[in-house]
């Protein structure tokens, strides 16, 4: 009974994974990645940053008429920070493109790829029996493409319990978004 099972879970896993969408996957799954390797150049991003930050505080501060060659030199320094930082930020953005189309391509494999194989690997296997006689002619399309007849295939399987995950997602959104809109705001009682 361990196929249905793991069917379903597969099938739940790539619809949550669908459910949330690859942007959203990817971009969390590059910040934990960013955390756990300490990546050196966000650090030093965040390091540039602050000292720019720092160095648009102690410019704001210095008068350019009264002191204006202190004023240059500071402003130059800022200039050449910025776009430092501007060189650096798009580094990181490359890297990050390049993660998460990584990131993409292995969710893809895993949401289509893992069922694919499951349905190929198991395209004879039934998935359980069905009582006889209880559907009739339709038990042979049950067991399509190729498991004994009078079972359900793995494919059929792989079809019933993504609409029944998708169709308690929906009635789920429903609920929410419908007790949503009964709760009451308050209002001030006015006097």
Known sequence: MYLPITIFLLVF???FILFLGYSYVTS??????????KDPKVAKQRKLKYELLRMKGELSQTS??????KWAKMRRKLDKGVADLEKLNSEIAFSKTAFELKVKSVLWVIVHGS???????YRKAAVFYLPPGWFGPAQRLLSLP??????VSVAVWFAVCR????????TANDFVVSSEKKIPKHESVSS
């Open 163 to 170: 609409r029944m995950i998708k169709a308690l997602a929906l």
């Open 146 to 151: 190729f498991a004994p007849r009078g079972s």
């Open 115 to 121: 069922q694919v194989i499951m349905v190929m690997w």
């Open 64 to 69: 350019s008429q009264d002191e204006f060659a």
């Open 13 to 15: 896993i790539t619809e």
């Open 28 to 37: 969390t799954v590059h910040g934990l990645y960013v955390r756990l390797t």
